[in-house]
């Protein structure tokens, strides 16, 4: 293989053009704004820099975090200390840091738009306003407004959500996260380094539904959002049904974070998933056994023991643990409610913020320690309502 290209410059794209090149392919970068800034959180789970420990130690501002205040419809809050940090980055910095990586490397970094895009025999011709990029393969890096129809996910509109938020020039130490009622979906407030990104995330309301109650929990807590900048970003939020036939890849080329579908379901987390697809993509084309032929399928499975069959299953109840009701109450109204009686169920929590709780076993886990009071009791019983038994095909993924 002579040269593979990369569409798109955010993590997911620089991170697998970083270890293309670092491992001596020549590698081609391609992206119409490179570094930018987005409404996400930025936040970085200890399951994301336990793996990829420079996103800690780099030089990068960040925000270290060990408090979270998590709230719900009309039971106030709880002050959770995590028990792994989190790390906040302001998204444009992150992807900086990242392309920097990326060049370091070895990568060569054009900013520029593909138009189009045209399958060779051997390989692709990509169409860009200055020309056109001839490559050997193809790297799909274009996040989840991927404007090339041919490759990637194929979205409908149940499988996505809308994220906004704004960019405001105050501080907090802590993050703070709330559940609405009758919302899929939560407000957050993260810190950033000299900033707050504070949004929201959803499905099922419009964008200015979404807007208006996001502006009135600001107004609530205080914070000035009208001195802040607004930013609006779709996020792919896959039904079950659609994770079983989620196009990731085809012939001469591989979908990497957003633009293959991969965000949490539940959390709406994508960072870690852009890395790790992209780690687990570039490892396939630099095996001595690559054959374009059957990558496609090598990605796929690769990525269904490491982490597809998990979202998959938490697909599968996201609705339930944010819409259903137990007594009147919506369900995360219990869970929040709970915490403070239930030193389990807290600690429960701090594995979901940390990362290091998957899906599949968390049925599992909430039947066996969760049995000790009447309280625990009471969650233990409004879990095994909204989780369902994992099938026994999957159940041996479960960490």
């Known amino acids: 293989m002579k040269r593979v290209a990369v569409l798109g410059g955010g993590p997911a794209g620089a991170h697998t053009a970083e270890l293309l090149a670092a491992s001596g392919l020549e590698t081609i970068l391609i992206d119409e704004k490179l570094a930018w800034e987005k409404p996400c959180g930025g936040g970085i789970t200890y399951k994301a820099y336990e793996k990829y420990p ?15 205040y998590i ?4 039971v106030g809050s709880v002050k959770l200390k995590l028990n792994q940090p989190l790390l906040i980055f302001s998204r444009l910095e992150l992807n900086q840091m990242l392309l920097d990586r990326a060049e370091n490397a070895g990568v060569q970094i054009e900013k520029e738009r593909v138009t189009a895009i045209e399958e060779r025999e051997q390989g692709w011709t990509l169409k860009t306003k200055a020309g056109s990029i001839e490559a050997d393969y193809m790297i ?4 989840a407004r991927n404007p090339l129809r041919e490759v990637g996910t194929q979205w409908t509109p149940q499988d996505t959500m809308v994220a906004l938020g704004y960019y405001i020039p105050t501080n907090q130490e802590h993050i703070d996260i709330q559940f609405l009622d009758r919302l899929e979906g939560y407000i957050w407030i993260f810190p950033r380094a000299g900033h707050l990104s504070a949004g929201i995330c959803g499905r099922g309301e419009t964008a200015q539904q979404l807007k208006l109650r996001l502006e009135l929990y600001l107004d609530e807590k205080g914070i000035n959002w009208k001195q802040g900048q607004l930013y609006a970003h779709m996020l792919p939020s896959l039904s079950r049904a659609h994770w079983k036939t989620n196009r990731v890849a085809g012939k001469r080329w591989m979908a990497v974070g957003d633009a293959a579908g991969l965000v949490d379901p539940i959390t709406g987390e994508g960072i870690y998933y852009a890395m790790r697809s992209a780690d687990l993509a ?22 269904e023991d490491d982490f597809l069959l998990d979202l998959e299953f938490g697909a599968s109840f996201a609705q339930k643990l944010y819409l259903g009701r137990f007594f009147f109450k919506s369900i995360p109204s219990c869970i929040v409610g709970y915490m403070n009686r239930s030193p389990k169920l807290y600690e429960l929590m ?31 019983f409004i879990f095994q309502r909204i989780i369902p038994e994992p099938p026994v095909s999957i159940r041996a993924t479960a960490r």
């Open 71 to 74: 709230g719900a419809h009309k």
């Open 140 to 143: 799909v890096a274009t996040g």
């Open 350 to 380: 701090q594995d979901i913020f940390s990362g290091t709780q998957d899906y599949i076993s968390l049925r599992n886990r909430v039947f066996r320690s969760l049995n000790g009071s009447v309280n625990e009791s009471v969650v233990n």
């Open 54 to 68: 420079f996103l800690f130690e780099s030089r990068t501002p960040k925000k270290i975090v060990t408090e979270s």
């Open 282 to 303: 570039s490892r396939v084309i630099r095996s001595e056994s690559f054959d374009p032929a059957t990558a496609a399928g090598v990605y796929r499975s690769q990525m």
